[in-house]
């Protein structure tokens, strides 16, 4: 059993920033890539950005140059820090983890306002 610990959500004003977490634990035996996931109300789930334990990055075009995700494999913990935010951005954001198979943890809500 694989738990995803999300935290760092919640509201801000537009042009501010936020830090996301999210703390692996639990029967993981290797770590091939972590990310972040977000979904809006009444838009499908979409990537936000990726990162392998090796530590090569993706990115969403619309989180380029805002966005900043990295890894702990040590803590087994990814961040997202979000700075510029828009308020495009407000949405359930989802860490994700693929080792073996995939494991998404319960999200936490970021929004951001105008």
């Known amino acids: 059993q694989v738990q995803l610990a999300e935290s760092g959500g919640g509201l801000v004003q537009a042009g501010g920033s936020l830090r996301l977490s999210c703390a692996a634990s639990?029967?993981?035996?290797?770590?091939?890539?972590m990310g972040w996931y977000r979904q809006a109300p009444g838009r499908q789930r979409e990537l936000v950005a990726t990162i392998r334990s090796g530590g090569s990055t993706n990115y969403a075009d619309s989180v380029k140059g805002r966005f900043t995700i990295s890894i702990d494999n040590v803590k087994k913990t990814v961040y997202l820090q979000m700075n510029t935010l828009k308020p495009e951005d407000t949405a359930v954001y989802y860490c994700?983890?693929?080792?073996?198979?995939?494991?998404w943890g319960k999200g936490t809500l970021v929004t951001v306002s105008s």
């Open positions: 639990g029967s993981i035996f290797s770590i091939n890539t």
């Open positions: 994700y983890l693929y080792g073996i198979v995939d494991h």
